[in-house]
């Protein structure tokens, strides 16, 4: 299967900015459709950002659009989630997936095993 791992979470400040990364393993990242996700304690997995493969649209759900910015890097096998201006309401374990379109969780097939994101003062 296609491995999937985040990095570049932690805490940071209202305000502040953080990149997160989702490197890949086994096969190449290109060949997919891909995302970010997140969930907060009590609900439900949500869409944020998402790439498409075939044409490079971007999908932006509308609580981060204008503040987060998606992007991959082909040579290092990676996708990217820019955050700035940072909210405590982005608070959440953000995933990377792959295998799926536009920002619906269901459509995805393959999952990282998740990184906490934490905005607080």
């Known amino acids: 299967q296609l491995q999937l791992v985040e990095s570049g979470g932690g805490l940071v400040q209202p305000g502040g900015s953080l990149r997160l990364s989702c490197t890949a393993s086994?096969?190449?990242?290109?060949?997919?459709?891909i995302g970010w996700f997140r969930q907060a304690p009590g609900k439900e997995r949500e869409g944020v950002s998402s790439?498409?493969?075939?044409?490079?649209?971007?999908f932006y759900s509308d609580s981060v659009k204008g503040r987060f910015t998606i992007f991959r890097d082909n040579a290092k096998n990676a996708l990217y989630l820019q955050m700035n201006s940072l909210k405590p309401e982005d608070t959440a374990v953000y995933y990377c997936?792959?295998?799926?379109?536009?920002?619906?969780?269901?459509?995805?097939?393959?999952w990282g095993k998740g990184i906490q994101v934490t905005v607080s003062s």
């Open positions: 997936a792959a295998g799926g379109y536009e920002l619906e969780p269901w459509e995805y097939t393959y």
């Open positions: 790439l498409s493969r075939r044409d490079e649209t971007t």
């Open positions: 086994r096969y190449t990242l290109n060949d997919y459709n």
